[in-house]
């Protein structure tokens, strides 16, 4: 094995063999230490007492049985509980109880399993310190050399250099061998999206309503530098959770919900802007571009709309162009007018799909 003082850095002398002294220390430190050894073992209670090893492995044994109850129970939740069970749990208020129930009864699985591996190993496995002395890593040449006439002389057997065909028919039943377990996965994806990612439940002539009252908003009412957070109508208050479930109106949030504002119609530097909005006042998707999180927190000094999750942020004045974070698209803009009773609609639908990129949205 290379000695490191063999190696030379910098003006060093190499050294030639283990007895040639080292150069001397300027730091001030001893030349050389004297290995201090491993500190004494100390044994644990269960090295020493047989009855607090037979308790140890009474707890390992419970905890690997509470990881099988877990790993049942994931599986009957699995079959019996229905995929769009919902229902009330303390402290957490609706959910689906499909996924807590797959979830808690994974967590015990794992829980046990991790939990009893390591109790195993702290109180049963030994624990003596070893020293392993490092020795050198490659093999000799003589190994090397033993090992590549192996390969040669089992490819020579094989016969595939001289007989081709048998290679190249062999490829093509293990690369068609490999379609259904593609298939497989790609079919277990659940059905393409198809026109949903482009389309919002927002239609020409549905009011803006304020989430989460459900109430419409007087052009009148928006007074310069207030922001409003709203949903379509018919998506938000008391009505609509009377006939929606609600994983629709959460479904429906998850890609609707937009951020209105009134800004000083002097500062808006873009005519579509402009003329998409009403005296200033504008809407825009609150879905961030970046990853989805909820554009909310907005700066009535800047004008700068912020995103919670990775700090992207968009510039109201400026048709909500990124000027800083991961987002790299501006946020949508809603385009908007007044009906005959002076209240806020939507004047069409979003122009292109809102949140993150994905695959062929410019195609859509
Ligand atoms: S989700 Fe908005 S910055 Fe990442």
């Known amino acids: 094995m290379a000695d490191s003082s063999d190696y030379k850095t910098d003006d060093t002398p190499v050294r030639q063999g283990a007895d040639a002294a080292p150069p001397a220390r300027t730091d001030g430190l001893p030349e050389r230490f004297e290995n201090p050894g491993l500190p004494p073992h100390v044994p644990r209670r269960a090295d020493v007492d ?8 009474r707890q ?8 099988a109850l877990g790993t049942l129970g994931f599986i009957v939740a699995y079959f019996v509980v229905p ?6 749990v303390v402290g957490i208020g609706e959910m689906n109880l499909y996924h807590l129930a797959l979830g808690l009864t994974l967590a015990v699985s794992l829980s046990g399993i ?14 003596n310190e070893v020293i392993e002395e490092r020795h050198p890593q490659a093999s000799s040449d003589e190994d090397r050399e033993g090992a590549a006439a192996i390969l040669r002389s089992g490819w020579e057997g094989s016969q595939l250099g001289r007989r081709p065909l048998i290679l190249q028919s062999a490829a ?3 690369g068609l061998f490999a379609v259904p377990l593609v298939l497989q996965v790609a079919g277990s994806l659940g059905p393409l999206p198809g026109r949903e990612l482009y389309d919002t439940n927002w239609r020409r002539g549905l009011r803006l ?3 989460p009252s459900g109430t419409p908003i007087r052009a009148a009412d928006v007074t310069l530098g207030s922001v409003f957070h709203v949903m379509p109508e018919g998506w938000v208050g008391e009505e609509a959770e009377e006939e929606l479930s609600a994983a629709a109106i959460l479904e429906a949030k998850a890609e609707d919900q937009v951020i209105l504002v009134r800004l000083d119609p002097a500062l808006i530097q873009s005519e579509k802007q402009r003329s998409w909005g009403v005296d200033g006042i504008v809407a825009y998707s609150k879905v961030c571009t970046h990853v989805g999180c909820p554009v909310a927190l907005y700066e009535q000094q800047t004008h700068h709309l912020l995103c919670p999750c990775h700090q992207s942020t968009f510039d109201m ?3 909500c162009e990124v000027i800083f974070g991961p987002a790299r698209r501006a946020l949508p803009q809603l385009p908007i007018t007044v009906d005959d009773e002076g209240y806020l609609i939507a004047d069409d639908s979003f122009q292109e799909p809102v949140g993150p990129s994905f695959w062929e949205r410019e195609r859509g």
Do not use: N, Q, Y
């Not at 390992?60 to 990881?67: D, I, Q, R, W």
């Not at 195993?120 to 030994?126: H, N, Q, V």
């Open 114 to 127: 991790g939990f009893g591996a390591v109790h195993w190993a702290k109180t049963l496995m030994p624990d």
């Open 209 to 211: 309503m304020i989430d």
């Open 83 to 88: 995929a769009d069970a919902r229902g009330t």
């Open 60 to 67: 390992v044994v419970a905890m690997f049985a509470l990881s």
């Open 50 to 57: 047989e009855a607090a090893a037979k308790r140890a492995e």
């Open 172 to 174: 093509g039943a293990l």
């Open 317 to 319: 004045t400026r048709d």
